[in-house]
């Protein structure tokens, strides 16, 4: 059974700032995911200089880089984009448990919303079927900052 994908709100982000995060490994996936979530900020209102985006090795860095822009105090909401693809090893377990885990503590311990557009899957073609999350992690961290 597939489940119906709902479209996300557009709503008015003209007044927030946002951060993004970006893991550099799976590139071709995080880039597109990159471009789609600024695209969907674009769409609602926020403004260019009102983003700021870095990028980090990998999926295990990006809840440290959220901290650190978290504790800055300047941005509204924060956007988390990976891509990790399962391997032979049992590392897709660990790093897609430390992710999570990680976002969500940086989440509500510096009480920030935060898109989570990670990617988990186990082929390279489930993940370029997913490279669209960037926007919906974009719509979801602003509709939470404008709670």
Do not use: W
């Not at 983003?51 to 941005?75: C, D, F, M, W």
């Not at 990790?84 to 976002?103: A, D, K, L, N, S």
């Amino acid at each position: 059974m597939q489940l119906e994908h709902k479209p996300s709100l557009i709503v008015d982000g003209h007044t927030l700032t946002v951060g993004i995060v970006t893991a550099r490994f799976n590139e071709e996936i995080t880039h597109a995911l990159h471009t789609h979530a600024i695209d969907r900020l674009h769409e609602c209102n926020v403004e260019e200089k009102n983003i700021r985006s870095v990028t980090v090795a990998g999926a295990a860095e990006i809840p440290i880089a959220l901290q650190k822009l978290a504790r800055t105090k300047k941005y509204d909401c924060l956007i988390a984009l990976g891509c990790v693809i399962r391997g032979e090893t049992p590392h897709f377990e660990y790093v897609c448990t430390m992710v999570q885990q990680g976002i969500l503590r940086v989440s509500l311990d510096e009480g920030i919303p935060i898109g989570f557009g990670i990617i988990t899957v186990h082929t390279l073609e489930q993940a370029l079927a997913r490279k669209n999350l960037g926007a919906d992690a974009a719509s979801a961290a602003l509709e939470c900052a404008l709670i």
